[in-house]
């Protein structure tokens, strides 16, 4: 029996418009321009007889229609797109290219890299820990690795996990948590977005002392300073979970959830490839196993 489908370019640009949240967004990732998105919703709308998005001074939305077919066709273009992927891909995988905060890259994804490469022996990464604005799509990173408060950006935005801050000192300090609060020096990261302060207003207790201490610009330097008995750092879970774990700094607190996250930021379109589904489902396991 012969399908009964609308022109396959409409519903690929409607497809994109909605998953993408706009036409501009969607152009972007198709590479034409924000009228031509338009042009092909308005060609469906047209084949179909029905509205797909509500267009007012609210901006747009889907309609209940436009809802059910979005549905349908992104699981249609995904089939598509892994059947072409598994016809298509060569036994050597491309190499992905991230850019990762520092501590992110050290403290937890170094020490699962063996891991993936046993599950996935073809998927390449080149990472790089350079503080600097990354502007996903332009050639140079396909992903990036931060922690933030929300997404921003035009880049796709995929939350990894939660923080978690737990006060951390040596392994071999047995203070208690308010015992090492008034006696040791707490221990500053300058470029956390959540330090002492937000830690204490979440903890309901008073702040660190903020003119004492020392202060680095990563947390994973902090941490080392705090295993080295040179005050109490405020660790970040799940990053510093194994050097809690293996007792190399001693938790003096349990972890309090932050206002920021760990979030996976992507070039448009990489999910939709075979490496970028590989990589983000093997980071969402390991973060919640």
Not at 42 to 48: A, I, N, Q, S, Y
Not at 62 to 82: D, K, M, N, V, Y
């Amino acid at each position: 029996m012969a399908h009964r489908l609308p022109p396959f370019s409409a519903l690929r640009v409607f497809e994109a418009a909605g998953r993408c949240g706009g036409f501009t967004a969607a152009a972007a990732e198709l590479g034409v321009t924000p009228s031509a998105v338009s042009h092909g919703v308005r060609t469906l709308e047209d084949t179909l007889g029905v509205p797909l998005f509500h267009r007012d001074q609210r901006g747009m939305r889907l309609t209940p229609a436009g809802e059910q077919l979005l549905q349908e066709a992104t699981r249609a273009f995904e089939g598509l797109s892994r059947c072409v992927d598994t016809l298509t891909q060569p036994r050597t995988g491309r190499r992905l290219a991230g850019s990762v905060a520092p501590t992110f890259a050290t403290g937890w994804l170094l020490p699962r890299l063996p891991e993936l490469r046993r599950r996935h022996p073809t998927l390449d990464l080149a990472i790089s820990t350079e503080r600097e604005h990354v502007q996903l799509g332009d050639g140079r990173f396909d992903f990036a690795i931060r922690m933030a408060a929300a997404p921003s950006g035009a880049a796709e935005w995929h939350r990894l996990a939660p923080v978690g801050l737990v006060p951390v000192a040596a392994a071999e300090c047995r203070l208690t948590l308010a015992e090492a609060l008034a006696r040791l020096p707490a221990i500053h990261v300058m470029a956390a977005g959540e330090d002492w302060d937000a830690w204490a207003a979440l903890r309901g207790v008073a702040a660190p002392d903020p003119s004492r201490g020392l202060r680095f610009d990563t947390v994973q330097m902090a941490l080392e300073a705090a295993a080295k008995g040179l005050g109490l750092a405020l660790a970040r879970l799940p990053v510093c979970a194994d050097d809690i774990a293996a007792g190399r700094v001693r938790s003096l607190d349990a972890p309090v959830e932050g206002c920021t996250a760990y979030w996976l930021l992507t070039r448009p379109g990489l999910l939709r490839q075979r490496e970028g589904r590989l990589f983000a489902a093997w980071l969402r396991e390991q973060l919640e196993g």
